[in-house]
C-alpha cells in the first residue's frame, strides 16, 4: 500500500469520514458497504484494503473486512492494523443501518442527510444507489485551480496568517492543495500549519530522476521555507506516504524519511517526516495555495 498503481487489482481505502452531524445514523455504514458493491461490480477488483487504529476494527469487521495482524506503518504512538476483504470469498455482513425512505439526493450532502425511517432491504438497497450516484457527480465538480509559490510578489510572505488565539505564530493563510494543474486535491486546511525558516533537507531520491513540476530546493544547509504539521498526519485533509526510505536521512540520528506525496496523483516529494516521528514538513514552494 505504498504507491499508487493504476492498472492494481488491488483498491486501498484511506478513510471513511462523515460530518458529525450525520453520525450514528448508518451513512458510514451505507457509504462503506456501496462502494464495495460497486468495486466487486465491477469485476477488475480481486481485493480491497486498509490499515486502521484498534478502535476502529468493529467498524471495519462489520462491513466484512478481515483483520490480518499488526501492520509496519509507523505513525504516531497507536498501532495501526492491517485489515482486507478478498472478493472470490466476499460476503456481506453486519447489521443493517437504519435508512430513511428512497428519494434521489442532488448533492452528497442530501445523500448523507438520509438516515431515519424504518429499513428495509429494498431501502437500504435504494439508498446506496442513492449515494453512489451523489458521489459520483461530486468527483466530476470542478477542481479548484492551485496558485503556485512563484506567483506571489511577496513571497512567503504573501502566504502568512494568524493562528487564532496565537498571534505571534503565523500560519498557512490559505488552503494548500497539489501543484499539479487538473488534479488541485485539497491536502491542508488554511490556519493547520506553523511556518518554519529552517534547513533545507535533500529529500528527493537519489536513485529517480528530478521531478520537473516541483520547485529545486536549496542544498543543506542552507535555509527554505517550510509549513510544519503535528502531532499526527490526521490533520491532513488527504496525504499520501511513502515507506521509509533508506538513504535519504536529515540531521545526524540517521533515521530513515518517510516522502509526503499527493494522494490522488502521486506528485512528490511535496514534504517529508522521520520514521516514527510526530512531525511533518512540506516545503512552502512545492505545493500550491486556494487564494479564491
Known sequence: MSSHVPSSASVCIHSVCVAPEHRHKGVASNLLKT????????????????ITKE????????????WMGISGVVHGKDKWHEMRIL??????????????????????????ALGSGTSTSEQETQMRANLWDALQRSSKRPRPTAKLFESYKGGI???????????????????????????????????????????????????????????????????????????TPMQFEN??????????????????????????????PLGWSEEGGEEFWVACRRVGYRAD
Open 157 to 231: 510572505n504573501d502566504l502568512l496568517g494568524s493562528h487564532e488565539g496565537k498571534e505571534s505564530v503565523p500560519v498557512n493563510r490559505f488552503d494548500i492543495l497539489c501543484p499539479r494543474s487538473g488534479c488541485g486535491s485539497f491536502i491542508l486546511k488554511k490556519g493547520v500549519a506553523e511556518y518554519v525558516r529552517r534547513a533545507s533537507v535533500k529529500m528527493d531520491p537519489p536513485q529517480l530522476p528530478p521531478q520537473t513540476l516541483l520547485a529545486t530546493l536549496p542544498d543543506p544547509p542552507e535555509n527554505t521555507d517550510w509549513w510544519l504539521i503535528k502531532p
Open 87 to 112: 472478493f472470490d470469498t466476499y460476503t456481506p455482513h453486519g447489521d443493517s443501518a437504519s435508512v430513511a425512505p428512497p428519494e434521489v439526493p442532488k448533492t452528497v450532502e442530501e445523500a448523507l
Open 55 to 66: 478502535g476502529m476494527r468493529g467498524f471495519y469487521e462489520k462491513a466484512g473486512f478481515e
Open 35 to 50: 462502494y464495495i458493491a460497486k468495486l466487486k461490480e465491477k469485476g477488475q477488483y480481486t481485493r480491497v484494503l486498509l
Open 239 to 268: 496525504i499520501g506516504f511513502s515507506r521509509p526510505v533508506h538513504g535519504v536521512t536529515q540531521g545526524g540520528n540517521g533515521r530513515p524519511l518517510k516522502l509526503i506525496a499527493c494522494a490522488e496523483c502521486d506528485l512528490g
